[in-house]
């Protein structure tokens, strides 16, 4: 297929890249110039603004954004709302909160544009591993741009299939969804990144622990220097705490197991604070899930070695630096 991507940030460039890769055309984008230049010299196609990148697609257009949420992408989808035409197909793949996602559609509705929210997971890794994605939108759309999906997507690989799930939906274990109407993927995306602000915050606090277990303020027969870096090693072979973010954790530490390069210092970008008000208008109880998010707060006015196994954690999935004063 041919199609535009708008924003050639972090996940924007790989997107295109790993899509040119698996025989797709590519129109790119940005404001900066440079990035776009760097795709060009990769075998995509560059756009001078968002109306030559238009003019450069077949009928119906399919253009995604990859820009981060609010104004910018805000701005972005108004503007190709003006230039594009009925039955053509805007894509938001950022993180963008649902309830923008259901208004923008209502207004692109009116011009009849079609608009398709995608909940994005993979980060910096997502060139070489794909992405998972959760999509929301109206349900031919999202058929129409299955040989996108399908080449982003990490499919199969080598994750033991799931008993029982020859009835249900063949894209779910290839690393896509289509949830549901507009707004459903960014949703349930949102909630994703939930969850992941607790799974963090869990190991934060025992790795926290872990490392403190030499501390003066105990007896000193129950005191352990414990090796963390080997720790966390151990724990990637068999354990039922596995996971990628362990993984990402151990690489850290066996790079720097003091992590001197991170200060602690751990931003939220949104997401987890849309789950927590979330839970409160539907009265669902998320005590984990919110304090993840306090904790985040409070590194921001002092720091532990926890928080730097978070910092370590995000830069290490998304290439997310600390923000300086």
Known sequence: MKLGIVGLGRMGGNIALRLIKHGHECVVYDNNAKAVDALGSQGAMKARDLADMVRQLPAPRIVWVMLPAGKITEETVTALGRVMQA??????????????????????????????????????????????????????????????????????????????????????????????????????????????????QAYAEG????????????????????????????????????????????????????????SGDVADSGEGRWTIDAAVEEAVAVPVLASSLFARFRSRQSHTFGEKILSAMRFGFGGHTEKKD
Not at 156 to 175: F, K, Q, V
């Open 87 to 200: 039955d053509d197909i805007i894509i938001d793949g950022g993180n963008t909160m649902y309830k923008d996602d259901i208004r923008r559609a209502k207004m692109l509705h009116e011009s009849g544009i079609v608009y398709i929210d995608i909940g994005t997971s993979g980060g910096v890794w997502g060139l070489e591993r794909g992405y998972c994605m959760m999509i929301g939108g109206d349900a031919k759309a999202v058929k129409h741009i299955d040989p996108i999906l399908s080449a982003l997507a990490p499919g199969m690989g080598t994750i033991p299939r799931t008993p029982n799930r020859e009835e249900h939906n063949p894209t779910a274990e290839r690393g896509y969804l289509h949830c549901g109407p507009v707004g459903a993927g960014h949703f349930v995306k949102m909630i994703h990144n939930g969850i992941e602000y607790g799974m963090m």
């Open 207 to 262: 790795f926290d622990i872990l490392k403190n277990k030499n501390s003066t303020m105990l007896p000193e027969d129950q005191r352990f220097d414990l090796n963390i870096g080997d720790i966390a090693e151990v724990w990637r072979r068999g354990s039922v705490v596995a996971s990628w973010l362990l993984d990402l954790t151990a690489a850290a530490l066996a790079k720097d197991e003091s992590l001197s390069t991170f």
